[in-house]
């Protein structure tokens, strides 16, 4: 399903993302008693989208379910929180590099084990390691243990003594997040064009077919797998510095299969569905839990009739418009 954007769709989806760049403008207006809680909510759905977005190259892309990805979120919260002084700020361009950097490695051994196998096999190794990073986390005293940990201070972006971006205002941390959202989209949207994404996505259609043209599925796997796991632990990183604490919870298979839903639900090898899918579901949530207390069995209907309704997500059923629109230009 990874290829170009139609033009249409792109106009749909700019569209989608100046509204969303200038709910600051129109969010005061409309939602005026809930703005703030709205930018919050907007802020951490476009952290999660991210998150999809790396879950999106390996299932929607790779062919690789994984029920472990939060692994990698939840570590990536975490490396902020052990990383930053008690009641002093990080410095940023020094914690982010390890934070990643650790991330990698972390993703890079656990892809190595993991990509040794296929089908329910990857699934459960998988879900295995998110689970040992989860009470790896939540047994010991590293970081609070199961209580978790606070982040009193949010990282400082400054450079020659001068503040670039104060990450504790809302609104500046809106914007930071919105740049890295579609700062990730750009990046793996050009891995994906690139000779290395086609051989991927020919990985996940017919490995096979991929070995005997001569490549080394496993190490195309390897690489998406780091990759993914890395994109993820940056979402981490910036949900750790949004809310200001991590706990066991990141790390959850609940939170893994929470994203998978995303990705499902937005259209599995698309990119820009897994986005949809996080704004669809979490705006859903919130929507939901404000009428009722019984929201899980609305939202486990709503899930179920995309599903069926929709086996290719939102993005195919963007996708079918976009091509009878050019048919009937035609």
Known sequence: MTGTVPRRLAVVLVVLLVALALFPLWGKAVFAAKY?????????????????????????????????????????????????????????WLVLPQTLAAVAVAALVV????????????????????????????????????????????PKVEAFGAILVDLDHKLSFFYVVLGVLVGVYALLRVLLASPFGRVVGAIGINENRVQGLGFNPMAYKLVAFTIAGTVAG????LAATQYGFVSPAMLSWHHSGDVLVMVILGGMGTLFGPVLGAFILELARYGLEAVTDHWLLPMGAMVIAIVLLLPKGVAGLLLQWCRKREGSDD
């Open 234 to 237: 940056l979402a981490g990183f």
């Open 111 to 154: 892809g190595f084990l993991s990509i040794r196998t296929s089908g329910i096999y990857f699934i459960m190794v998988t879900l295995a390691f998110g689970q040992m990073g989860f009470y790896f986390f939540n047994d010991s005293k590293l970081a609070g243990g199961s209580d978790g940990a606070y982040i009193y201070v949010k």
């Open 36 to 92: 703030a809680f709205l930018l919050q909510k907007l802020t951490g759905i476009m952290i999660v989208a991210i998150m999809a977005m790396s879950l999106d190259l390996l299932v929607g892309v790779a062919g690789l379910v994984s029920l472990g990805h939060a692994a990698f979120f939840g570590l990536g919260g975490y490396m902020l929180a052990l990383n930053s002084p008690q009641y002093e700020a990080a410095n940023l």
